[in-house]
C-alpha cells in the first residue's frame, strides 16, 4: 500500500472509532467533540488557504460569523431552517460564506505575507464591527439566541443525534477538501504556494486561482457558521472576534499546515485546552500561550511533521556517519 | 463456573447491593447538595467573576457548607466571558457533574445562553446578576426552570425616576452605554421621569467600551437641569473625570453601576455628589449589612460590591429554602416553586420574589460622599443612602400589563419626544 | 441637532488632536518595528497594558507619579528586548509564526497581569495640577489633554532627531530602506532590531503610563488599543515616523468625529478605511515599500 492509502485508511479509522467510542461517553465530551469537529471545518478550510495555497489569513473568524448570523437571523425572524429547510439554511450559509469571500477577496487576493495578514485582519474587524454595533440586524453584544434545535423527521435537540450530524457534515467537508487539493486546480494552488512566479510564468492566472480557492475557503467557513450556530444555540460578537481567527490559525499550524487532518487535531488540543484543561485547572490559559509559543518555536510543521522530522533527521544521522566512515579511510 | 464460585459470587453480590443500599439511605440523611457555578474568572471580566464567586463562597464558609442538613458541594467553571463557553461549561455541570442548582452568568448574553439550557434539561437556575429585563418579563414562559435573585437592568430606574422629578429636575440629558443593559437603565429612567412630568431632551449614546468621551461630552446641550449617566466597568472612571475636566457644573445622577463599589474605590473626588440608584449600597447603614461590610472587607481586602452581595444573598435564599425542607432538595419544579414563594431579610433589606420571578425589593437612592463609615479610620468614598423606595418590583409605578404590551426598552423605547 | 457652531469643531478637533497624541506614542513604536524589522507584533498592545500596570506599582510603593514613568517604560523595553532576544530572533522573517508567537506571549502577558495586579479598574493619578482645565474663550482644555499633545509632541521631536542626527538614527533608516545593503555597508542591522524593538516596547509603555490617566488601566485595554496601533500603521505608512504622526492625528480625528457625527457605525468607520488603504496601497499612506 502506498503511503498516500494508509494515510486515508487511518483517517477512516479515526472518524469509525469516534463515532463508535464517543456517543458512549458522558454528554459533555459529546459537546466538546461536536464543537471541536465545527470549528475543524473552519480550521481545514484555513488550512486549504495556509497550507496549499500559502495565504495567512487572520480574518477567517468573519465566514463562521456570516453563517451563524444568517442562521440565527433566519431562524428567529423569519422562522425558517428549524424544519426540513434546514437543508435549504446550510446551502445559505455556505454560500452567504462564498459571497462575503468574493467581495472580500478582490481587495485582498492581491497582497501577499504579511500584507495579507494585515488586511484579512482589518476585513475580520469590519465584519466584528458591524456585527457589534448594528443592534437591529444582529442584537449587538446580546447576540441572538436560537432557542430550539431544526426538527425534520429526527430531532437536533438530542446531543447524539446532532452529534451525528456534524460528524457527517465533517467528513463530507474532508472529503471534499481532500479531493479538491488532489485535483489539478489543487496542486496548482501548491505550486503557488511554492513558486508564484514561476507558475505565472508558465501561464497560470495565479490571481484567479487564489481568488477561487479563497471563495471556496469562505463557502466551507459559512457552513461551518450555521453548524456553529446550532451547536451553542447562541450567536454573539464573541464568536468574530480576531482571538478566534488567531486560534483557527494556530490549530492549522499546531496540527501541520497543509495536511488538512492537522488542522482537526489542532482543533481537538486548543478546544481540549480551552474547555476541557480549565474545568480542571485554573492556570490553563499560561498552558496555552506556552502551546503557542512552543509550537512556533519548536514544531513549525506542527505535530502531523514530526514524522517527517524524525525521518529526516535519521537520514542526516546516517548521512553523517556516513561521511565520518569515509573521512577515515586513509587515502 | 464451578458451584462453589458461583454461590461465592452470589454472597458478594448479596454483600455488595446490601452495603449500597445502606450507603444510599445514609447518604439520603445527609444530602448532598450540588449546586454549579458559572462565572468568568479568566478574561476580561475576570475579577467581576471572582467578586461574585467570592460571595457566594463567603456565605458557603459563614454555615459551612451546611444548608440545613445538606452537605453543599460548590462547583465553580469558567466562562471566560463568552456566552457558548458558558453553555458548554453549565452542559458539563449538569451532565457530568450532575449538579441540582445552575447558579450564575454575568452578561445578558450569558443569561440569555443559559435560560434555555435550564430548560431543555429540566434544570434549576438562579439568577443573581445578568439583569436583562426580559429574562423575567416577555421571555419568561419559555424559561419554567429560571428565577432571578438579582435585579432587572430598569428596576431601579423607575423610582429613581420619580425621585428626579421630586428634585424638581424639568429636563434631563442621558448619556449611557449603547449596548441592551444601557438602553434598559436609562429606559426605565425616561419613562418614569417623564410619567411625572420631566423631560429627557437628549440621548446619547457612547459606544460600550469607549475610551474618549470627546466626541459626546461637548454636544450635551445646555439647557439640561442634569445629566443621566449609566456607564460600566471602565468607562465608569473615565467619564466622570472627563467630564469634570470640561468644565461641567451640572448635578450628575446616574444608574447603579455608574457608582458601585465594584469602581468606587478607583474613583476620585470628581464623583463626590453624583447620585445613583441600585438594590444595595455598601454603606447600607444597617447592623446586618454593617458586619457584612467588616468581615467580607476583613477576608478580602475590599468592601463587597453588588456582585458579591447579590450572589451572598443569593446562598442565602437556596439555604432557606432547602433548610425548610429539611435538607433535602425538594426536586426542580418544587424548588422553584418555593423560592419564588421565599419572603426573607437581607443585607441589602428585605426580599420577595414575584409572580415573575424577579425580586421584590428597596431600592436605594444613593450619593458619593467622602467620609469615614463603619469604624474605619480613613476618608473613603462611600454611596451614602439617601431616600429608600420600599418593595419596588420590575415594574415600578406602571401596571405590569401596560408595560409588558410595550416593547422591551431599546435605543428609541420610549422615543425621545422632547430631542430636537 | 445640537448647537453645532464653531465652538463644537473647536473642541472636537481637540480632543481628535489630544486622542490622536496618545495613539501616536503607541503607534510610532508599533511603525518602526515593523518598517525595521517587518515583524507583526500582537504583544504592542501588551506593552501598553503593562506599562500602566508597572506605573501603578510605582506610584503605590513610592508615591511618585513622575518616577513611575521611566521606570515603567524602562521596565517594559526589557522585556521586549528579552523578547525579540530570546524568541523571535530564532524565528527569522516569517510573518505567521510572528504573529502566532506574539499572539501567544500576549496571552501570556493577560493571564499574569490578572494574577499579579487582580481585574479591578484603575485609574493612574497624575499630580493635582494637571487635573485643571484652562479656560480659553469659553472653551474648557482640560490639562491633561495638553499634556497628552506636549509629550506626543517632545516624544515625536526627540525621536525625529535622533533618526535624522545620529548615527544610530542613520542605520535604522538604512536598515529600514534596504536592509540588504545597509548590512553591505557593515552596519550591524541585528543590533539595530534590538534597538528598535527594545524603542518600540518603550514608547508603548510610555502609552501606558500616560494613557493611563487618560482611559484608566484594566484587562482588556490590550487587545481594545492593539487594533488603534495598528490602524495608526497602516494609515500612516509602515517604518515611517512622520506617517505614524500624520497616521494618529488621522486616526484620532476621525474616530473623534466618526463618534460625533455617526456613532452607530464608529468600529467600521475605522476598519473599513483601513482596509481599503491596505488594498490600494499596502504599505499604507506614507510607507516606503
Given at each position: 500500500?502506498?503511503?498516500?492509502q494508509?494515510?486515508v485508511?487511518?483517517?477512516?479509522?479515526?472518524?469509525?472509532?469516534?463515532?463508535v467510542i464517543v456517543?458512549?461517553a458522558?454528554?459533555?465530551v459529546?459537546?466538546l467533540?461536536?464543537r471541536?469537529?465545527?470549528?475543524?471545518i473552519?480550521v481545514?478550510s484555513l488550512?486549504?488557504?495556509l497550507?496549499?495555497?500559502?495565504?495567512?489569513?487572520l480574518g477567517?473568524?468573519?465566514?463562521?460569523?456570516?453563517?451563524?448570523?444568517?442562521t440565527?437571523i433566519?431562524?428567529?425572524?423569519?422562522?425558517?431552517?428549524?424544519?426540513?429547510?434546514?437543508?435549504?439554511?446550510?446551502?445559505?450559509?455556505?454560500i452567504?460564506?462564498?459571497?462575503?469571500a468574493?467581495v472580500?477577496?478582490?481587495?485582498?487576493?492581491?497582497?501577499?505575507?504579511?500584507?495579507f495578514?494585515?488586511?484579512?485582519?482589518?476585513?475580520?474587524?469590519?465584519?466584528?464591527?458591524?456585527?457589534?454595533?448594528?443592534?437591529?440586524?444582529?442584537?449587538?453584544?446580546?447576540?441572538?439566541?436560537?432557542?430550539?434545535?431544526?426538527?425534520?423527521?429526527?430531532?437536533?435537540?438530542?446531543?447524539?443525534?446532532?452529534?451525528?450530524l456534524v460528524?457527517?457534515?465533517?467528513a463530507?467537508?474532508l472529503?471534499?477538501?481532500?479531493?479538491?487539493?488532489?485535483?489539478p486546480f489543487?496542486r496548482?494552488?501548491?505550486g503557488?504556494?511554492?513558486?508564484?512566479?514561476?507558475?505565472?510564468?508558465?501561464?497560470y492566472?495565479t490571481?484567479?486561482?487564489k481568488y477561487?480557492?479563497?471563495?471556496?475557503a469562505?463557502?466551507?467557513?459559512?457552513l461551518?457558521?450555521?453548524?456553529?450556530?446550532h451547536?451553542?444555540g447562541?450567536v454573539?460578537?464573541?464568536?468574530?472576534v480576531?482571538t478566534?481567527?488567531?486560534?483557527?490559525?494556530?490549530?492549522?499550524?499546531?496540527g501541520?499546515?497543509?495536511?488538512?487532518?492537522?488542522?482537526?487535531?489542532g482543533?481537538f488540543?486548543?478546544?481540549?485546552?480551552r474547555e476541557?484543561?480549565?474545568?480542571?485547572?485554573?492556570?490553563?490559559?499560561?498552558?496555552?500561550?506556552?502551546?503557542?509559543?512552543?509550537?512556533?518555536?519548536?514544531?513549525?510543521t506542527?505535530?502531523?511533521?514530526?514524522?517527517?522530522?524524525?525521518?529526516?533527521?535519521?537520514?542526516?544521522?546516517?548521512?553523517?556517519?556516513?561521511?565520518?566512515?569515509l573521512?577515515?579511510?586513509?587515502? | 463456573m464451578?458451584?462453589?464460585?458461583?454461590?461465592?459470587?452470589?454472597s458478594?453480590?448479596?454483600?455488595?447491593?446490601l452495603?449500597?443500599?445502606?450507603?444510599t439511605?445514609?447518604a439520603?440523611?445527609?444530602?448532598e447538595l450540588?449546586?454549579?457555578?458559572?462565572?468568568?474568572?479568566?478574561?476580561?471580566?475576570?475579577?467581576?467573576?471572582?467578586?461574585?464567586?467570592?460571595?457566594?463562597?463567603?456565605?458557603l464558609?459563614?454555615?459551612?457548607?451546611?444548608?440545613?442538613?445538606?452537605?453543599?458541594?460548590?462547583?465553580?467553571?469558567d466562562e471566560?466571558?463568552?456566552?457558548d463557553?458558558?453553555?458548554?461549561k453549565?452542559?458539563k455541570?449538569?451532565?457530568?457533574?450532575?449538579?441540582q442548582?445552575?447558579?450564575g452568568?454575568l452578561?445578558?448574553?450569558?443569561?440569555y445562553?443559559?435560560a434555555?439550557?435550564s430548560?431543555?434539561?429540566?434544570?434549576?437556575?438562579v439568577?443573581?446578576?445578568?439583569?436583562?429585563?426580559?429574562?423575567?418579563?416577555?421571555?419568561?414562559s419559555?424559561?419554567p426552570y429560571?428565577?432571578r435573585?438579582?435585579w432587572?437592568?430598569?428596576?431601579?430606574?423607575?423610582?429613581f425616576g420619580?425621585?428626579?422629578?421630586e428634585?424638581?429636575?424639568?429636563?434631563?440629558v442621558?448619556?449611557g452605554a449603547?449596548?441592551?443593559f444601557?438602553?434598559e437603565?436609562?429606559?426605565?429612567f425616561?419613562?418614569a421621569?417623564?410619567?411625572?412630568?420631566?423631560?429627557i431632551?437628549?440621548?446619547?449614546w457612547?459606544?460600550l467600551?469607549?475610551?474618549?468621551f470627546g466626541p459626546?461630552?461637548p454636544?450635551?446641550?445646555?439647557?439640561?437641569d442634569?445629566i443621566?449617566?449609566?456607564m460600566?466597568?471602565?468607562?465608569?472612571l473615565r467619564?466622570?473625570?472627563?467630564?469634570?475636566?470640561?468644565?461641567?457644573?451640572?448635578?450628575?445622577?446616574?444608574?447603579?453601576?455608574?457608582?458601585?463599589e465594584?469602581?468606587?474605590p478607583?474613583?476620585g473626588?470628581?464623583?463626590i455628589?453624583?447620585?445613583?440608584?441600585?438594590?444595595?449600597?455598601?454603606?447600607?447603614d444597617?447592623?446586618?449589612?454593617?458586619?457584612?461590610?467588616?468581615?467580607?472587607?476583613?477576608?478580602?481586602?475590599?468592601?463587597?460590591?453588588?456582585?458579591?452581595?447579590?450572589?451572598y444573598?443569593?446562598?442565602?435564599?437556596?439555604h432557606k429554602?432547602?433548610?425548610?425542607?429539611k435538607?433535602?432538595?425538594?426536586?426542580?419544579?418544587?424548588?422553584?416553586k418555593r423560592?419564588?414563594a421565599?419572603k426573607?431579610?437581607?443585607?441589602?433589606?428585605?426580599?420577595?420574589?414575584d409572580?415573575?420571578?424577579?425580586?421584590?425589593?428597596?431600592?436605594?437612592?444613593?450619593?458619593?460622599?467622602k467620609?469615614?463609615m463603619f469604624g474605619?479610620?480613613?476618608?473613603?468614598?462611600?454611596?451614602?443612602?439617601?431616600?429608600?423606595?420600599?418593595?419596588?418590583?420590575?415594574?415600578g409605578q406602571?401596571?405590569?400589563d401596560?408595560?409588558?404590551?410595550?416593547?422591551?426598552?431599546?435605543?428609541?423605547?420610549p422615543?425621545?419626544?422632547?430631542?430636537? | 441637532?445640537?448647537?453645532v457652531?464653531?465652538?463644537?469643531?473647536?473642541?472636537?478637533?481637540f480632543?481628535?488632536?489630544?486622542?490622536?497624541?496618545?495613539?501616536?506614542?503607541?503607534g510610532?513604536g508599533?511603525?518602526?518595528?515593523?518598517?525595521v524589522?517587518?515583524i507583526?507584533n500582537l504583544?504592542?498592545g501588551?506593552?501598553?497594558?503593562?506599562g500602566?500596570?508597572?506605573?501603578l506599582s510605582?506610584?503605590?510603593?513610592?508615591?511618585?507619579?513622575?518616577?513611575?514613568?521611566?521606570?515603567?517604560?524602562?521596565?517594559v523595553?526589557l522585556?521586549?528586548l528579552?523578547?525579540?532576544r530570546i524568541f523571535l530572533?530564532p524565528?527569522?522573517f516569517?510573518?505567521?509564526r510572528q504573529v502566532?508567537?506574539t499572539?501567544?506571549?500576549?496571552?501570556?502577558?493577560?493571564?499574569?497581569?490578572l494574577?499579579?495586579?487582580?481585574g479591578?479598574?484603575?485609574?493612574?493619578?497624575?499630580?493635582?495640577?494637571?487635573?485643571?482645565?484652562?479656560?480659553?474663550?469659553?472653551i474648557?482644555?482640560?490639562?491633561?489633554?495638553?499634556?497628552m499633545?506636549?509629550?506626543?509632541?517632545?516624544?515625536?521631536?526627540?525621536?525625529?532627531?535622533?533618526?535624522?542626527?545620529?548615527?544610530m538614527?542613520?542605520?535604522?533608516?538604512?536598515t529600514v530602506?534596504?536592509?540588504?545593503?545597509a548590512?553591505?555597508?557593515?552596519?550591524?542591522?541585528?543590533?539595530?532590531s534590538?534597538?528598535?524593538?527594545?524603542?518600540?516596547a518603550?514608547?508603548?509603555?510610555?502609552?501606558?503610563?500616560?494613557?493611563g490617566?487618560f482611559?484608566s488601566?484594566y484587562?482588556?485595554?490590550?487587545f481594545?488599543?492593539?487594533p488603534?496601533?495598528?490602524a495608526?500603521?497602516i494609515?500612516?505608512?509602515?517604518?515611517?515616523?512622520?506617517g505614524?504622526?500624520?497616521?494618529?492625528?488621522?486616526?484620532?480625528?476621525a474616530?473623534n468625529?466618526?463618534?460625533?457625527?455617526?456613532?452607530?457605525?464608529?468600529?467600521f468607520?475605522?476598519?473599513?478605511?483601513?482596509?481599503?488603504i491596505?488594498?490600494?496601497k499596502?504599505?499604507?499612506?506614507?510607507?516606503?515599500?
Amino acid at each position: 500500500m502506498t503511503t498516500e492509502q494508509v494515510k486515508v485508511l487511518a483517517v477512516v479509522a479515526a472518524l469509525v472509532a469516534i463515532i463508535v467510542i464517543v456517543p458512549n461517553a458522558n454528554s459533555f465530551v459529546i459537546l466538546l467533540f461536536t464543537r471541536a469537529l465545527v470549528f475543524a471545518i473552519l480550521v481545514m478550510s484555513l488550512d486549504l488557504l495556509l497550507g496549499f495555497t500559502g495565504l495567512a489569513s487572520l480574518g477567517q473568524a468573519a465566514y463562521l460569523g456570516v453563517g451563524a448570523y444568517l442562521t440565527a437571523i433566519l431562524a428567529t425572524r423569519y422562522q425558517i431552517g428549524l424544519g426540513y429547510d434546514f437543508w435549504l439554511v446550510i446551502v445559505l450559509g455556505a454560500i452567504g460564506g462564498a459571497v462575503l469571500a468574493a467581495v472580500f477577496g478582490l481587495l485582498a487576493i492581491r497582497a501577499t505575507g504579511v500584507y495579507f495578514l494585515m488586511i484579512t485582519l482589518a476585513l475580520g474587524q469590519c465584519v466584528w464591527g458591524l456585527a457589534y454595533r448594528w443592534n437591529s440586524l444582529t442584537g449587538g453584544d446580546n447576540g441572538i439566541n436560537l432557542r430550539v434545535r431544526p426538527r425534520f423527521g429526527i430531532n437536533l435537540a438530542n446531543e447524539v443525534t446532532f452529534f451525528y450530524l456534524v460528524v457527517g457534515f465533517f467528513a463530507v467537508s474532508l472529503a471534499a477538501m481532500y479531493v479538491l487539493v488532489r485535483s489539478p486546480f489543487g496542486r496548482s494552488l501548491t505550486g503557488i504556494r511554492e513558486r508564484e512566479l514561476r507558475m505565472r510564468i508558465l501561464g497560470y492566472n495565479t490571481w484567479l486561482h487564489k481568488y477561487i480557492a479563497f471563495i471556496i475557503a469562505g463557502a466551507f467557513g459559512g457552513l461551518s457558521g450555521v453548524l456553529w450556530a446550532h451547536t451553542a444555540g447562541i450567536v454573539s460578537p464573541e464568536n468574530l472576534v480576531l482571538t478566534t481567527s488567531v486560534d483557527a490559525l494556530l490549530m492549522t499550524v499546531l496540527g501541520g499546515a497543509g495536511t488538512l487532518v492537522g488542522g482537526v487535531i489542532g482543533s481537538f488540543i486548543v478546544f481540549g485546552l480551552r474547555e476541557y484543561l480549565s474545568t480542571v485547572v485554573p492556570w490553563w490559559q499560561y498552558v496555552l500561550g506556552g502551546v503557542y509559543v512552543l509550537t512556533i518555536l519548536y514544531l513549525p510543521t506542527g505535530l502531523m511533521g514530526i514524522p517527517a522530522r524524525i525521518r529526516q533527521r535519521r537520514a542526516r544521522s546516517k548521512e553523517a556517519t556516513e561521511e565520518r566512515k569515509l573521512a577515515s579511510v586513509p587515502p | 463456573m464451578r458451584h462453589s464460585s458461583r454461590r461465592a459470587l452470589a454472597s458478594m453480590l448479596l454483600v455488595g447491593g446490601l452495603a449500597l443500599a445502606m450507603g444510599t439511605g445514609a447518604a439520603a440523611q445527609g444530602q448532598e447538595l450540588r449546586i454549579g457555578y458559572v462565572a468568568p474568572t479568566t478574561g476580561i471580566f475576570a475579577q467581576q467573576g471572582k467578586d461574585m464567586v467570592d460571595g457566594f463562597q463567603f456565605y458557603l464558609d459563614e454555615v459551612k457548607n451546611d444548608f440545613g442538613g445538606a452537605k453543599v458541594q460548590f462547583i465553580v467553571e469558567d466562562e471566560q466571558g463568552k456566552p457558548d463557553t458558558a453553555v458548554t461549561k453549565a452542559k458539563k455541570l449538569i451532565l457530568q457533574d450532575k449538579i441540582q442548582i445552575l447558579v450564575g452568568g454575568l452578561l445578558a448574553t450569558t443569561g440569555y445562553a443559559l435560560a434555555p439550557v435550564s430548560t431543555a434539561d429540566k434544570t434549576v437556575y438562579v439568577v443573581p446578576i445578568a439583569a436583562a429585563d426580559d429574562l423575567t418579563q416577555r421571555d419568561l414562559s419559555k424559561y419554567p426552570y429560571m428565577v432571578r435573585t438579582g435585579w432587572s437592568s430598569s428596576q431601579p430606574s423607575h423610582p429613581f425616576g420619580q425621585w428626579a422629578c421630586e428634585q424638581g429636575y424639568k429636563k434631563i440629558v442621558t448619556i449611557g452605554a449603547d449596548y441592551a443593559f444601557g438602553h434598559e437603565v436609562v429606559g426605565g429612567f425616561q419613562r418614569a421621569f417623564e410619567a411625572c412630568g420631566g423631560q429627557i431632551i437628549q440621548k446619547i449614546w457612547p459606544p460600550l467600551g469607549a475610551q474618549d468621551f470627546g466626541p459626546f461630552i461637548p454636544t450635551i446641550r445646555q439647557d439640561a437641569d442634569a445629566i443621566f449617566s449609566l456607564m460600566v466597568g471602565p468607562m465608569s472612571l473615565r467619564f466622570p473625570k472627563q467630564l469634570a475636566a470640561s468644565g461641567n457644573k451640572k448635578p450628575v445622577i446616574g444608574g447603579g453601576t455608574s457608582y458601585d463599589e465594584f469602581v468606587l474605590p478607583s474613583m476620585g473626588d470628581e464623583v463626590i455628589g453624583h447620585i445613583s440608584a441600585l438594590q444595595y449600597s455598601a454603606a447600607l447603614d444597617t447592623p446586618l449589612n454593617a458586619e457584612f461590610v467588616k468581615r467580607y472587607r476583613a477576608k478580602y481586602g475590599k468592601v463587597p460590591s453588588y456582585y458579591s452581595e447579590s450572589n451572598y444573598t443569593t446562598a442565602q435564599m437556596i439555604h432557606k429554602v432547602i433548610a425548610d425542607n429539611k435538607g433535602q432538595f425538594p426536586g426542580p419544579e418544587e424548588f422553584v416553586k418555593r423560592l419564588a414563594a421565599l419572603k426573607i431579610d437581607t443585607i441589602r433589606g428585605p426580599v420577595s420574589i414575584d409572580e415573575m420571578r424577579n425580586p421584590v425589593q428597596n431600592i436605594y437612592i444613593k450619593k458619593v460622599e467622602k467620609k469615614k463609615m463603619f469604624g474605619y479610620d480613613k476618608d473613603e468614598l462611600w454611596n451614602t443612602v439617601i431616600k429608600t423606595y420600599p418593595n419596588v418590583n420590575q415594574f415600578g409605578q406602571f401596571k405590569k400589563d401596560e408595560f409588558l404590551a410595550m416593547p422591551v426598552y431599546s435605543r428609541d423605547i420610549p422615543p425621545c419626544k422632547y430631542c430636537q | 441637532m445640537r448647537a453645532v457652531d464653531a465652538k463644537f469643531w473647536l473642541i472636537q478637533a481637540f480632543n481628535g488632536i489630544s486622542y490622536g497624541a496618545l495613539l501616536f506614542l503607541v503607534g510610532s513604536g508599533l511603525s518602526l518595528i515593523f518598517g525595521v524589522m517587518r515583524i507583526v507584533n500582537l504583544s504592542h498592545g501588551s506593552y501598553f497594558l503593562l506599562g500602566g500596570y508597572v506605573a501603578l506599582s510605582v506610584i503605590w510603593t513610592t508615591g511618585s507619579w513622575l518616577l513611575a514613568i521611566p521606570v515603567a517604560a524602562f521596565t517594559v523595553a526589557l522585556v521586549g528586548l528579552a523578547m525579540e532576544r530570546i524568541f523571535l530572533r530564532p524565528l527569522g522573517f516569517d510573518p505567521l509564526r510572528q504573529v502566532l508567537l506574539t499572539v501567544g506571549f500576549a496571552f501570556l502577558f493577560q493571564q499574569a497581569a490578572l494574577d499579579i495586579w487582580s481585574g479591578n479598574n484603575f485609574d493612574i493619578n497624575p499630580p493635582n495640577v494637571l487635573t485643571q482645565s484652562v479656560e480659553v474663550g469659553g472653551i474648557y482644555l482640560p490639562l491633561y489633554r495638553i499634556f497628552m499633545i506636549c509629550t506626543a509632541l517632545g516624544i515625536g521631536l526627540i525621536l525625529w532627531l535622533v533618526m535624522e542626527k545620529t548615527r544610530m538614527g542613520a542605520a535604522v533608516r538604512a536598515t529600514v530602506d534596504d536592509a540588504q545593503m545597509a548590512r553591505g555597508v557593515g552596519i550591524d542591522t541585528s543590533r539595530v532590531s534590538m534597538f528598535i524593538f527594545a524603542l518600540g516596547a518603550f514608547l508603548a509603555a510610555l502609552g501606558g503610563v500616560i494613557g493611563g490617566g487618560f482611559l484608566s488601566v484594566y484587562p482588556g485595554l490590550d487587545f481594545e488599543i492593539l487594533p488603534l496601533a495598528f490602524a495608526v500603521v497602516i494609515i500612516g505608512g509602515m517604518g515611517s515616523l512622520g506617517g505614524a504622526a500624520i497616521g494618529a492625528l488621522l486616526v484620532g480625528l476621525a474616530d473623534n468625529f466618526g463618534k460625533a457625527l455617526f456613532p452607530e457605525i464608529s468600529y467600521f468607520t475605522l476598519y473599513a478605511p483601513m482596509a481599503l488603504i491596505l488594498a490600494v496601497k499596502p504599505t499604507g499612506l506614507f510607507g516606503r515599500e
